[in-house]
């Protein structure tokens, strides 16, 4: 496969129907936003489709996050499709991975800062603010390895170790095959994930094989490969990208937005939100929004 993405949508894509037993999807138009959500059932599948076993949820919208108007439906979708990934109960552990001094890898940090953390509001604080029914949230940015020496998979291992929480959310910036892709989708899996491995740094694995409870990741893609997207453009010509002799993927770059400051920042709102409306039910979206400034 020439082309490199985290989206399982776009591998699909790129494959004939008969290729892909074990692989069920379906899809459905919710007003802008088209939801495809693509079961991988066997091993089979996995090998076909070049991702494990599980569920992808993917949204996409018609409009770029950018667009403001769509972003509360956005966070409704995704509120619905996380609670279908969620257990019912427990402390949910979320976490926001990246590099928050580069742009296009800071969504997970600025999304995390964003997130209603409630594990600590019991007892006395919570009869003093009213806050009685809240699920038990706990967030934080564990950094990247070139910051701290430590693998992410190695802090959040810890952490679960010393609070045992009953779900590990994982946000972070993904790569897509397209660049009409980026800001306007939001993928969410129940897989875990390998941090980097959409930029070709892939680390340790964050999953419920290696922590031992289920993790759910969410991610929007902010970048295209450059050889990816060279790889699309001649293809769309009809020509064979992997017969010029020219095409080099390694020299290539990463390709990102020019207003992709302001689309992380839309799309950790949407994600964080998405959340935080998921895991505190019993608050409409506007208490929320008070309480996360």
Known sequence: MIFRTDLALEKQEALQEETLRGVLHAVKQDGDVRVTTICVRNEKGAEALGKPKGTYVTLESAVPLTDRPLLSSLRRLLSAELLKLLPDHGTILVAGLGNESITPDALGPRAARRLFA?????????????????????????????????????????????????AVIVIDALSSRRLSRLGTTVQLTDTGLSPGSGVGNKRAEISLRTLGVPVIAIGVPTVVDGATLIADWLDSYGIDPRREPQFDRESFMMVTPKEVDLLIDRAAEVVAMGINCALQPTLDEQ???????
């Open 287 to 293: 208490e929320l929004l008070e309480l996360v400034r």
């Open 118 to 166: 409630t594990r600590h509001i019991n007892g006395e604080i919570a009869r003093v603010t009213g806050f009685h029914d809240l699920r038990p949230v706990a967030a934080l940015c564990p950094g990247v390895l070139g910051q701290t020496g430590i693998e992410t998979a190695e802090i959040l291992e810890s952490v679960v170790r010393g609070i045992s929480p009953s």
